[in-house]
């Protein structure tokens, strides 16, 4: 499975950060229709505009990294979506710790792409204007892009 790399996540957020979110969306909206609904379900829609414009910054970042490395192309359906997004919760809800970074060791232990998970940890951790509440489903969300967009990653 190809590495997506701390320099492509780097160049591809960088070149993000000029554009505007909502012409990015409906770009990506048109390849990924399932996954940018995804975008406006129940776990999105616990957070706030502000959150929800940090996640779509988050997920544009890692759709465009992969698709620099790796060609999708097929369309990510819902029925995937789900299973990725329920195990990413079951995986975050057993762990036992009590700090946040430290509830993602699990992920870190079972990926390829170690780098696209620091670029979602980092984004999480180093924003301190989200809260422990908002960084879950976030996480989660972020996390189930990577799981669908790389399916062999598990």
Known sequence: MPFISEL?????????????PQTCLEAFAEEQP?????????????LTTEEKDYL?????????SITEIIPIDKMVM?????QAEEANWQILTESTAKKFRDRMTPFFDNTQQEDLLAFIEDCLLDNEELTD???E??????????????????
């Open 133 to 135: 509440i908002s960084r």
């Open 8 to 20: 492509i996540i780097e160049k591809t957020a960088e070149r993000l950060e000029s554009v505007d």
């Open 137 to 154: 489903p976030l996480f989660v969300v972020a996390k189930t892009f990577v799981d669908v967009l790389i399916p062999d990653e598990k």
């Open 34 to 46: 399932y996954l940018a609904s995804y975008l406006d379900t129940e776990t999105v829609d616990v």
């Open 56 to 64: 779509l910054f988050m997920v544009m970042v890692i759709f465009n």
């Open 78 to 82: 819902e029925t995937a979506i789900g």
